[in-house]
């Protein structure tokens, strides 16, 4: 069955320092998403991303993230200045449209 | 916004028995309502769905119903297996390609 892969599964990093986070969508999929999972709390969406652009955003989403998907098979989310608080699980997913989204197994961001 | 109310928090049931998860949405656009079951270090894994044009959808010992009056629709897992504990998250979006709204989670415990 096909997989979303996430990369690493789990990170550790200084406040302030960059991270990127890396995925490997379903191949035949056009719509790619990020989570994030404090802890505890629900999971809360981030950004989705279509045809090479942002198609929505969330507030949590602000300048210190960014997306990217740099060839045809990598999705990547960027934090560029990480702070205490960004420390929860990321989960990418992509999805057709048409059979809902599959998730990828999480990385584990811990700003230290 | 859309907002997502999941019940109860924490559902044990003795093996064999049924469970039973509810959630009920705000936003009456919504149409999509998947349902995911996240094991320990997992992502979220898509147990079932249901669109707003069927009131109801049955995939083995999983049923979903959905009151689009009320705006509530339900998890039902029949026989529990001790495979079954997990924490289920049940969701809403406009579509299978819009962002979900998460609910809170479930916990669920199957007592042997």
């Known amino acids: 069955e096909p997989e979303v892969t996430q990369t690493p599964s789990h990170q550790v990093t200084q406040m302030g320092q960059e991270v990127i986070l890396r995925c490997v969508p379903i191949?035949?999929?056009?719509?790619f998403y990020w989570y994030r999972q404090i802890l505890g709390q629900k999971v809360e969406f981030l950004v989705s991303?279509?045809?090479?652009?942002?198609?929505?955003k969330s507030e949590i989403f602000d300048d210190q993230f960014s997306v990217e998907r740099p060839d045809g098979s990598n999705f990547t989310l960027k934090i560029r200045s990480t702070k205490l608080e960004d420390s929860a699980m990321y989960f990418c997913?992509?999805?057709?449209?048409?059979?809902?989204?599959?998730f990828g197994s999480g990385t584990r961001l811990t700003v230290v | 916004g859309e907002n997502v109310e999941q019940h109860p928090s924490t559902l044990s049931v003795q093996e064999g028995d049924s469970a039973v998860i509810k959630c009920t949405y705000s936003?009456?656009?919504?149409?999509?309502f998947p349902w995911y079951k996240q094991e320990l270090g997992k992502g979220p894994q898509l147990i079932i769905d249901?669109?707003?044009n069927v009131g109801e959808k049955k995939d083995q010992r999983i049923a979903v119903t959905l009151n689009k009056t009320a705006k509530h629709f339900s998890l039902h897992i029949t026989e529990t297996q001790p495979e079954d504990s997990a924490v289920y998250f049940c969701a809403a979006s406009k579509g299978s390609n819009y962002q979900l709204i998460w609910g809170a989670g479930t916990k669920l415990i199957i007592k042997p």
């Open positions: 249901i669109r707003s």
């Open positions: 997913a992509s999805s057709d449209a048409t059979d809902g989204y599959t």
């Open positions: 991303f279509y045809n090479n652009e942002i198609s929505e």
């Open positions: 936003d009456s656009a919504s149409n999509y």
């Open positions: 191949s035949n999929h056009l719509y």
